[in-house]
C-alpha cells in the first residue's frame, strides 16, 4: 500500500503545480464551480481480471456528498453487486462495499474544478458458503468541466488498497435537465475492472 499511496501522492504533487502554472494568467475562482450537494443512485456492469481469475458481475450504489464549507465535503456510498466467476460450477457471488471519505476541491479556473478525495472502503463478500471482509483506504483524484450549461465532463484517477491494490482510470460525460436533475454515463478502465454504468443524481 505504501508503494501505492506514494506514487499516487507523487503523481499529484506533479500535476497541481502544472495545472496551477498553465491557468496562473486567468482569473481563478474563489468558490467551487460545482454543487457537492447530491444524492447519486448507478448501475454498473463490469468484466474483472484478478491474477488467473476472470468474471463479471453488475450492481447498483447509491452515494451522496455533502458541503462542509467552500472547500470541503464528505461522501459516502453503499453498493451492492452480483458476480459470476464462470466455469461449469456455481461460482456465483455477492459483494457489498461501504465508502466513507472527505474531499477537497480547487476551483482551476471558471467551469472547472479539481477535487480529490481519501476514501475508507469496507468490503463484504458471499461466496456460496464461504464469507470474507476487508477493508482498506483509497485516494481519488479528477477534474469536472463544463462545456455547455448543461453538458459536462469528469476524468480521474482511483486507487485503492483492499485485499490487494489497483489503479484505475475513470470517464464520465454528465447532462443537467435541470439545476437539480442530471444523468450520465461513465467508464472505468485500466486497472483489474473494466465497467460501463449509468446513474441518476440529484443535487440540492
Excluded at 468558490?31 to 468474471?55: K, P
Aim: charged content about 20%.
Amino acid at each position: 500500500m505504501k508503494n501505492g499511496v506514494s506514487r499516487a501522492l507523487l503523481c499529484t504533487a506533479l500535476v497541481l503545480p502544472a495545472f496551477g502554472q498553465a491557468q496562473e494568467s486567468a482569473a481563478r475562482p474563489e468558490s467551487a464551480q460545482f454543487s457537492y450537494n447530491y444524492v447519486q443512485l448507478g448501475y454498473e456492469e463490469a468484466d474483472f481480471d484478478f491474477g488467473n481469475v476472470e468474471g463479471d458481475g453488475d450492481g447498483l450504489t447509491l452515494a451522496g456528498s455533502f458541503e462542509i464549507n467552500d472547500d470541503w465535503h464528505v461522501y459516502a456510498s453503499f453498493g451492492t453487486a452480483d458476480g459470476d466467476l464462470g466455469g461449469p460450477f456455481n461460482n456465483d457471488f455477492d459483494i457489498d462495499t461501504w465508502t466513507l471519505g472527505a474531499g477537497y476541491v480547487f476551483p482551476l479556473r471558471e467551469d472547472i474544478d479539481i477535487y480529490g478525495r481519501v476514501l475508507y472502503i469496507d468490503t463484504s463478500v458471499d461466496f456460496g458458503a464461504v464469507s470474507a471482509d476487508d477493508d482498506g483506504l483509497g485516494l481519488q483524484a479528477s477534474i469536472r468541466a463544463r462545456v455547455t450549461d448543461e453538458f459536462e465532463l469528469e476524468g480521474g484517477l482511483l486507487y485503492v488498497d483492499v485485499a490487494d491494490s489497483d489503479t484505475s482510470l475513470q470517464a464520465i460525460a454528465r447532462y443537467n435537465f435541470t439545476e437539480q436533475f442530471s444523468a450520465g454515463v461513465g467508464l472505468t478502465f485500466g486497472g483489474d475492472a473494466d465497467g460501463i454504468g449509468i446513474h441518476a443524481r440529484y443535487s440540492f
